[in-house]
């Protein structure tokens, strides 16, 4: 090609990338990153005012607590920081093996292994746990991390109905398969509606199909902390794989998987996020292992956050929004159109609260996604409550 031919080749493709953005903030779909100047918490910092937060993942508030920072420090001073090799060179330290045997003691199985992230583990573990004789049954709303394993792997996949048990069973029953393997979130990250796993293990346990969980939400927050299983009470099973998130509830980063010790080392052998990655630094690890420590010694935060929910979602069922099935801390707002969702989000934020819009694609119909932690006092509470009623009021 010759260089004027290559150079309006590549402004060519430049203008593709403006065109689309265009088009993004002609429907209101453009995204923008906003950066906090203060810790995570339920207060938070913008260019140098006060915002009361809902948005946070931090369900207990643990990503500043004191005891856990303190630990944090401790373990620079004993492992420096950056980990400079993946785990199956020398980017692990002891504190690795420790926090994965902790996490296998508090799931209940034998074993845990620890990713970076959720989305690296589900990526990294569903190409690897199917193959090209496995049907793979996935509820249509689960995480963008599952839909994109599921992608990745070999397998066929199936999409069912949310939470549709019925059309479940009938599609693993019809189908023929070597391997079924069920997928799902426990807590739904942007309904907050919990899967109904009394029903899907039942399911799972007649058809001989394999369940996988995303506990992302769930853990630390469900089951007194333990997640979805205890929660139901379903015991771990060697056919149940539990993945789960360190960067929620335990306030710090990174992900974990739980299952049968074959299970485990077919995924540390296999999976290529894992394999693949430099380890998460020892700091890190250390945080994660002095969260699961609070949260098994103290039951108080949990039943806070719990507290905090029942306030809010009266608050806001009287004013009569529609929270669409929410059962958890994450409290989604009907609100109809983009537009609105824009309008209303901003409201909140002029009036010092922080709800950002969600929007297509992340959902098909758009709201304002509320959290509520077991850091908000009953006076952030009650201001929420009460900047809602005003807007609703004013319209």
């Given at each position: 090609?010759?260089?004027?031919d290559e150079?309006?080749?590549?402004?060519y493709?430049?203008?593709?990338f403006s065109?689309k953005?265009k088009i993004?903030?002609e429907?209101?779909?453009?995204?923008?990153?906003?950066?906090?100047?203060s810790?995570?918490?339920p207060r938070?910092?913008?260019a140098?005012k006060?915002?009361l937060?809902?948005?946070?993942n931090?369900?207990?508030?643990?990503?500043?607590h004191p005891?856990?920072?303190d630990?944090v420090k401790?373990?620079?001073?004993d492992?420096?920081y950056?980990?400079?090799?993946?785990?199956l060179?020398?980017g692990g330290?002891?504190?690795?093996?420790?926090?994965?045997?902790?996490?296998?003691?508090?799931?209940?199985?034998?074993?845990?292994?620890?990713?970076n992230?959720?989305?690296?583990a589900?990526?990294?573990?569903?190409?690897?746990i199917t193959d090209?004789?496995?049907?793979?049954?996935?509820?249509e709303?689960?995480?963008?991390?599952i839909?994109?394993?599921?992608r990745?792997?070999k397998a066929?996949?199936l999409?069912?109905?949310?939470?549709?048990l019925?059309?479940?069973e009938e599609?693993i029953?019809?189908k023929i398969?070597k391997?079924?393997?069920?997928?799902?979130?426990?807590?739904?990250s942007?309904?907050?509606?919990?899967?109904?796993?009394?029903d899907?293990y039942?399911?799972?346990k007649?058809?001989?199909?394999?369940?996988?969980l995303d506990d992302?939400h769930g853990?630390?927050?469900l089951?007194?902390?333990?997640?979805?299983l205890?929660?139901?009470?379903?015991?771990p099973?060697?056919?149940?794989?539990?993945?789960?998130?360190?960067?929620?509830?335990?306030?710090s980063?990174g992900?974990?998987?739980?299952?049968?010790?074959?299970?485990?080392?077919?995924?540390?052998?296999n999976?290529?996020?894992?394999?693949?990655?430099?380890?998460?630094?020892?700091?890190?690890?250390?945080?994660?292992?002095?969260a699961?420590?609070?949260?098994?010694?103290?039951?108080?935060?949990?039943k806070k956050l719990w507290?905090n929910?029942?306030?809010?979602?009266?608050?806001?069922?009287?004013i009569?929004?529609?929270i669409?099935?929410?059962?958890s801390?994450?409290?989604p707002?009907r609100?109809?159109t983009v537009?609105?969702?824009?309008r209303?989000?901003q409201?909140l934020?002029?009036?010092r609260?922080?709800a950002p819009?969600i929007?297509?694609?992340?959902?098909k119909?758009?709201?304002?996604?509320?959290t509520?932690t077991?850091?908000?006092?009953?006076?952030?509470?009650?201001?929420l409550?009460?900047?809602?009623k005003d807007?609703?009021?004013?319209?």
């Amino acid at each position: 090609m010759a260089g004027g031919d290559e150079c309006s080749f590549l402004w060519y493709n430049t203008l593709v990338f403006s065109e689309k953005l265009k088009i993004l903030k002609e429907n209101r779909l453009f995204r923008e990153i906003k950066d906090r100047e203060s810790p995570q918490g339920p207060r938070i910092k913008f260019a140098g005012k006060e915002y009361l937060n809902f948005s946070s993942n931090d369900y207990l508030g643990l990503a500043t607590h004191p005891s856990i920072i303190d630990k944090v420090k401790r373990s620079l001073d004993d492992y420096g920081y950056g980990s400079a090799a993946s785990r199956l060179l020398s980017g692990g330290s002891i504190l690795h093996k420790e926090l994965e045997d902790k996490i296998a003691k508090f799931k209940d199985t034998d074993a845990a292994l620890i990713f970076n992230s959720g989305y690296a583990a589900n990526t990294g573990i569903i190409p690897i746990i199917t193959d090209e004789q496995t049907a793979l049954f996935s509820d249509e709303l689960n995480h963008a991390s599952i839909i994109d394993g599921c992608r990745m792997s070999k397998a066929e996949v199936l999409i069912y109905r949310h939470k549709d048990l019925s059309y479940l069973e009938e599609l693993i029953r019809k189908k023929i398969a070597k391997r079924k393997v069920v997928i799902t979130d426990t807590i739904f990250s942007m309904n907050g509606d919990i899967s109904p796993l009394n029903d899907i293990y039942g399911i799972c346990k007649k058809n001989n199909a394999l369940l996988y969980l995303d506990d992302a939400h769930g853990t630390g927050v469900l089951g007194n902390g333990k997640g979805a299983l205890s929660h139901f009470n379903i015991h771990p099973e060697p056919w149940i794989i539990q993945m789960g998130t360190l960067s929620k509830a335990i306030g710090s980063v990174g992900a974990f998987v739980a299952g049968s010790s074959d299970v485990i080392e077919w995924i540390l052998n296999n999976a290529r996020s894992f394999v693949f990655s430099t380890a998460l630094p020892s700091c890190v690890i250390a945080a994660s292992t002095a969260a699961l420590e609070i949260i098994e010694k103290d039951s108080d935060l949990i039943k806070k956050l719990w507290e905090n929910r029942k306030k809010i979602v009266q608050g806001i069922k009287d004013i009569g929004y529609d929270i669409m099935g929410s059962e958890s801390p994450i409290i989604p707002i009907r609100t109809g159109t983009v537009e609105n969702t824009l309008r209303i989000s901003q409201y909140l934020y002029d009036k010092r609260i922080y709800a950002p819009a969600i929007r297509p694609p992340t959902v098909k119909e758009p709201r304002i996604r509320i959290t509520v932690t077991a850091s908000h006092t009953n006076e952030d509470i009650e201001r929420l409550i009460n900047v809602l009623k005003d807007m609703r009021a004013s319209k």
